[in-house]
């Protein structure tokens, strides 16, 4: 199976593309539903660690049997977001790539190294 290693972000684009339109879901999928979907993922994940502290979120992702069902809400997020940039014609490499610079000016690594 593939991987991050050798997998594109087009690739994956392509992938979600191709399933919501074998399914005639384009007509669901637009920005507003898009985002709140996203949202809807982002807190399914969340519940895996409620009440959860810090090292024991931790530990929890280096057992496999945890793992797992974390690594589905992360799926469902990142299906999501991918459909937002197809429906939204958001390059998302161009996109992350503008975020970080800007962050690295607001947040310079000499000043923020070890702190939040």
């Given at each position: 199976?593939?991987?991050?290693?050798?997998?594109?972000?087009?690739?994956?684009?392509?992938?979600?593309?191709?399933?919501?339109?074998?399914?005639?879901?384009?007509?669901?999928?637009?920005?507003?539903?898009?985002?709140?979907?996203?949202?809807?993922?982002?807190?399914?994940?969340?519940?895996?660690?409620?009440?959860?502290?810090?090292?024991?979120?931790?530990?929890?992702?280096?057992?496999?049997?945890?793992?797992?069902p974390v690594a589905?809400?992360?799926?469902?997020?990142?299906?999501?977001?991918?459909?937002?940039?197809?429906?939204?014609?958001?390059?998302?490499?161009?996109?992350?790539?503008?975020?970080?610079?800007?962050?690295?000016?607001?947040?310079?690594?000499?000043?923020?190294?070890?702190?939040?």
């Open positions: 199976m593939p991987t991050d290693a050798d997998t594109t972000v087009a690739e994956l684009r392509r992938l979600v593309a191709d399933f919501i339109r074998e399914r005639d879901w384009e007509q669901f999928h637009d920005p507003k539903n898009l985002s709140m979907a996203i949202a809807t993922e982002a807190a399914e994940l969340m519940e895996h660690f409620r009440w959860a502290r810090n090292e024991a979120s931790r530990e929890q992702v280096r057992d496999p049997a945890r793992l797992a589905e809400e992360v799926a469902d997020i990142m299906a999501f977001l991918l459909s937002f940039a197809n429906a939204a014609d958001i390059d998302v490499t161009t996109a992350l790539r503008t975020k970080m610079a800007k962050n690295a000016r607001k947040y310079p690594a000499d000043q923020y190294q070890g702190r939040y």
